[in-house]
């Protein structure tokens, strides 16, 4: 069974830093771009980063920009978020997913595995 | 800064059927996703490439796309369908990914 999961989650004061693992189990990581999404207390979903499948490309949400960093390291099968000078407003649960969408257009979505999700608090 | 635009709750009856719209100018350069998510669980991928479905997704739910808009269409909706629906999509550039607002569906 294809399975991801998330690590790293945690309280820490604003300014702080942590960083989320994604460990896949069952399929080939290597061949996949990968996501992660945040969703605040109940909120919506939203799209924090992306990576490729080889981790030469990266983007993000303007409001992590400069403070959060994605990379993976392929030889663990293992994504990552290092997230820095946390803010409140960062609070959340943390999913990675898979991107499934078409070659062509790798890396705009159709997320067909997630993790459970790992709790980010950032709080005084 | 772009945006995809849900409304925030459809309500049906059982057996009925609930349409979900979802509208952002670059739907027609870039494919949308559908996913269904219930409380205290990740979401889950219904509808991928504006209209297919993914297995093991059920033949009620389709997708459908007209220029701006893409719609979620859940026939003969059951009280399992009760859920959060959430709409996904990319900018014009195909560097940003996005999510709507989500709408909630209740089944009455």
């Known amino acids: 069974e294809v399975q991801l999961v998330e690590s790293g989650g945690g309280s820490v004061q604003p300014g702080g830093s942590l960083r989320l693992s994604c460990a896949d189990s069952?399929?080939?990581?290597?061949?996949?771009?990968m996501h992660w999404v945040r969703q605040a207390p109940g909120k919506g979903l939203v799209w924090v980063s992306r990576?490729?499948?080889?981790?030469?490309?990266?983007a993000y949400a303007d409001s992590v920009k400069g403070r959060f960093t994605i990379s993976r390291d392929n030889a663990k099968n293992t994504l990552y978020l290092q997230m820095n000078s946390l803010r409140a407003e960062d609070t959340a649960v943390y999913y990675c997913a898979r991107d499934a969408a078409p070659i062509a257009v790798a890396g705009t979505g159709g997320m067909d595995v997630w993790g459970q999700g790992t709790t980010v608090t950032v709080s005084s | 800064s772009y945006e995809l635009t849900q409304p925030p709750s459809v309500s049906v009856s059982p057996g009925q059927t609930a349409r979900i719209t979802c509208s952002g100018d670059a739907l027609p350069k870039q494919y949308a996703y559908w996913y269904q998510q219930k409380p205290g669980q990740a979401p889950v991928l219904v509808i991928f490439?504006?209209?297919e479905r993914p297995s093991g997704i059920p033949e009620r739910f389709s997708g459908s796309s007209s220029g701006t808009t893409v719609t979620l269409t859940i026939s003969g909706v059951q009280a399992e369908d009760e859920a959060d629906y959430y709409c996904q999509s990319a900018d014009s550039s195909g560097t940003s990914v996005l999510f709507g607002g989500g709408t909630k569906l209740t089944v009455l």
């Open positions: 069952g399929f080939t990581f290597r061949s996949y771009w």
């Open positions: 990576i490729n499948s080889d981790g030469s490309s990266t």
């Open positions: 490439k504006d209209s």
